[in-house]
């Protein structure tokens, strides 16, 4: 079983047994790192997982944004506690297609299209009232027309090289298995310490 199946099956084991509805079990942690050698993390939805890699969305200027910009090498984490599960993802990540974003930027809810477009997101603003007020103005400026995909904002696809599933296990004895993607694309399996 290569690592995107094993992903596969886990994950489908995820939602599956997802305890309720407040918990998400897409939602992973995307770390970047700029130019500078700062690191950051936070949180960001998986939209779709595949051969071709795991895609995301966000806006384009955001610090993550900026970071991937000078520098596409980017980890992902995923735990899922009811599971006793952990997924980390390392690879290169790349913007998808216009097309794919416009496809997906309109398939969501119209007030998180104009969410995302009233957002300069990761900018300081002068209040959360400003925020409210711009969503405002865009929702009676395009009343009744599409919402245009704005240019800041789409998805990225990361290209995963290297996989780690760890599982709990008695006495701290946990299993962890990595697979590393050679040059040729093949993948190695590997069994680390926990
Ligand atoms: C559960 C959850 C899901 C989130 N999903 C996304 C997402 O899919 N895309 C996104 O841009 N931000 C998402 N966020 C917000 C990010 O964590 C973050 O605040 C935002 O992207 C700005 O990050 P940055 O300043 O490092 O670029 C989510 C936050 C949480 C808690």
Request: aromatic share 12%; proline share 7%; net charge positive.
């Amino acid at each position: 079983m290569d690592p995107i199946q094993r992903f596969s099956l886990w994950f489908h084991a995820a939602v599956a047994r997802s305890p309720g509805s407040w918990f998400d079990p897409s939602a992973m942690t995307l770390a970047t790192c700029g130019r500078n050698g700062d690191v950051t993390a936070r949180v960001v939805l998986l939209k779709k997982f595949g051969p071709d890699g795991f895609v995301f969305y966000t806006n384009y200027s955001s610090r993550k944004g900026i970071q991937l910009s000078e520098n596409p090498r980017a980890a992902l984490v995923f735990h899922w506690p009811y599971l006793r599960r952990q997924v980390r993802i390392e690879g290169t990540v790349e913007m998808i297609s216009r097309e794919e974003s416009e496809a997906y930027f309109h398939s969501r809810p119209r007030p998180s299209q104009l969410a995302a477009t009233a957002s300069k997101q990761s900018q300081v603003i002068p209040s959360r009232k400003s925020l409210i007020e711009e969503f405002s103005r865009l929702d009676d400026l395009l009343d009744g027309q599409t919402v245009p995909l704005p240019e800041t904002w789409g998805g990225y696809r990361l290209n995963p090289v290297v996989f780690e599933f760890w599982r709990h296990r008695d006495n701290r004895l946990h299993d962890r298995r990595r697979y590393r993607r050679t040059e040729h694309g093949k993948w190695i399996s590997e069994f680390l310490a926990p």
